[in-house]
Each structure stands twice: as structure tokens, then as C-alpha cells.
């Protein structure tokens, strides 16, 4: 099924002034990051909707190819059935079929007769069958010319969805860049003291206890505190955030897309109450960040441009706009 995406430029926001005091120099850079955050999120859900459409393409193919080769396999069965029977109907023209009645009749004895009758009812059967393979391999033949032109089909509808997505994502990748661009300039305009503040604490925690593919997530994010957050990164030394998520599942043979916004999808809904190591948590009307949640009311992320992949408190972050789990 084809996915309609659009570009987006995301909330319009005015030029930043020099700031004059650290909390208006915080506000400034929140709100770029999290303007920049959700069009890279946009720009990778493209992405992914790209390689979604690429796989159809590909199985369709492979689907039409292969549907392709039956009917051809199926046919090639159809012309050798239907070669005898041609045989055998011009056998009958011919006298070399007799029905009952005429094989009474020129018999010569009772014995004679019945050796008749039997080659009568053997030719009857063989026709009979013979028919039936022609038959059967008939329809074979166009069923798998059915199934192979609607793969043919879904192919063409596969390509010309990931060829119109390709020229969304080189839109997408423009406002993306901007918009980081805008946010590495305000960054960049703070002083040292006011990036540090901004960076927040580092955190240390240790790995946790448990097993299953939820629990090697957790820990092989946790493994990842102090690794810089990078706009649209997706490891293994840089992360955004949902690129901090994807790499942590794949290490745990998981694979999820590389996107909020495909992620926000995946596996089913739980709520807090039912909150478990290895959860996502999305935030935000637009669910344009997440964090994995690691147990004690704490989650680990990478948060934003100037800080390093860390351990919160998950209601440090934002509004919750929804929690998803993956596995189990």
C-alpha cells in the first residue's frame, strides 16, 4: 500500500536575538533543537518509508519472477497433455476407437469380445485422463499468470512510490539541515560556561539485571553514556535519539526503523503502570523524541544537540505522548 508522506518545515519560529541571560539562551536552543529534532525525525521516517517501499519492490519481483516460471513450467505441461490428447481424438477418427456395440459386432467369439471391451475401456481411461492433466494443468497456468501479472503489478506501484519518495527525502534533507544549521549557529553563539551548563550531567549507570532482547537493549544503551548526540545519527559513536534506539534493539537482534515516527508504530501499547526495562517512551505532541525506559522511574536517551547519550528521570524530559514495547 502506498504511504503518503509531505514536507513538512515544521513550526515557524523567529530568528534568535544574542541572549541576554542563560535561561532565555536554554529557551532559544530548546526550541530550535526541538524544531531541528522533529524535521530529522520527519526526513528518517522518509527513509524508512523509502526502504519499505524498495522491499515490496523486491518481493514483488521476486514474486512476479517466480509466478512467471510456473506459468511458463505450467504451459510447457499444457502443450504435452494436449498433444495427446489431439493423438487420441485423431485415433478415433480413425477407427482405432470402437464403442461398445461395434466391438459386439465384429467379434468372433465371446473371448474376442471381451478382450475389445478392455482395450475399448483402457483407451476410454486414458483419454479420460488425459483430458484431466490438460485440464488441470490449464488452469496451473493461468492462475500462476494471474498471481505473476498482479506481483508485475504491485512492482510497478512499489517503484513509482519509492521514486516519488526519493524527492521527498532530498526536501526533507534540506529543511533538516537548515533547521540544524540554525541550532549549531545558536549553540555556537553561547559561552563556554553557558555550553556546559547545558550539557547537563553526565551519567554513570551500570548495566542492569535480567535476560531477553528488552534487557540487551537497555544495557547496550547503557553502554552508550557519553557518546555524542549527532542530528540523525545512528551509531555505533553518535546517536539522535531514535537512532540511539534502533542501534540498541539491533544489538539485541530486534530490528525496528530508524525513525520516531516509524517507532511510534511498532510493537504494541502499554501504560505506566505496566512499565517494563526496554519500553519506549515518546514525548511530545509529535512524538518526535524518545528514550528507553531502564527501570526506577529512569529512562536513557540522547537528548540534544550539546549533550551526550544519559540516564533521566523520565518525567525530566517532556509531556508523554505515548510508551510502546518492542518485545515480550
Known amino acids: ?48 518509508d523509502h526502504a519499505a517501499r524498495k522491499a515490496d519492490l523486491d518481493r514483488a519481483t521476486t514474486e512476479a519472477d517466480t509466478a512467471q516460471r510456473v506459468a511458463d513450467q505450467a504451459r510447457t505441461e499444457e502443450e504435452r497433455f494436449r498433444g ?6 485423431r485415433a478415433s477418427y480413425q477407427g482405432a476407437r470402437v464403442n461398445q456395440l461395434s466391438a ?25 485422463e488425459a483430458i484431466s492433466r490438460l485440464s488441470d494443468a490449464t488452469h496451473q497456468a493461468e ?18 512510490d519509492a ?11 534540506g529543511a533538516m539541515d537548515a533547521e540544524v544549521a540554525r541550532v549549531k549557529q545558536q549553540y555556537d553563539r553561547l559561552s563556554p560556561a553557558e555550553q556546559d551548563s547545558l550539557s547537563g550531567e553526565s551519567s554513570n549507570v551500570g548495566s542492569i539485571a535480567g ?9 547496550a544503551a547503557l553502554g552508550k553514556q557519553g557518546s555524542p548526540y549527532v542530528f540523525g545519527a545512528k551509531g555505533p559513536s553518535q546517536f539522535d535519539c531514535s537512532g540511539l534506539v534502533q542501534w540498541s534493539y539491533k544489538q539485541a537482534g530486534v530490528d525496528v526503523p530508524g525513525s520516531t515516527k516509524s517507532q511510534v508504530s511498532e510493537g504494541r501499547g502499554v ?17 518526535s523524541h524518545n528514550a528507553m525506559y531502564i527501570g526506577g522511574g529512569k529512562v536513557v536517551h540522547a537528548p540534544t544537540e550539546g549533550q551526550d547519550v544519559t540516564v533521566e528521570e523520565l518525567d525530566e524530559i517532556g509531556d508523554v505522548n505515548s510508551i510502546r514495547r518492542f518485545v515480550g
Open 1 to 48: 500500500m502506498a504511504t503518503s508522506v509531505g514536507v513538512s518545515s515544521g513550526p515557524a519560529l523567529a530568528q534568535p536575538g544574542t541572549p541576554n541571560t542563560l535561561s532565555e539562551a536554554q529557551r532559544q536552543l530548546r526550541d530550535l533543537s526541538r524544531n531541528a529534532e522533529l524535521l530529522t525525525e520527519e526526513y528518517k521516517k522518509a527513509q524508512d
Open 84 to 89: 495427446e490428447v489431439d493423438q487420441l481424438t
Open 104 to 128: 459386439l459386432l465384429v467379434s468372433e467369439s465371446p473371448d474376442d469380445f471381451l478382450d475389445r471391451a478392455s482395450v475399448i475401456e483402457v483407451l476410454a481411461k486414458d483419454n479420460n
Open 143 to 160: 492462475d500462476a499468470q494471474r498471481r505473476a501479472q498482479d506481483a508485475r503489478g504491485r512492482a510497478a506501484r512499489a517503484e513509482a
Open 163 to 173: 521514486a516519488r519518495i526519493t524527492g521527498e527525502i532530498a526536501a526533507r534533507k
Open 211 to 219: 535476560a531477553g532482547a528488552a534487557v540487551q537493549a537497555v544495557n
Open 271 to 287: 501504560s505506566r503502570s505496566d512499565l517494563r526495562p526496554g519500553d519506549v517512551v515518546f514525548y511530545y505532541s509529535s512524538a
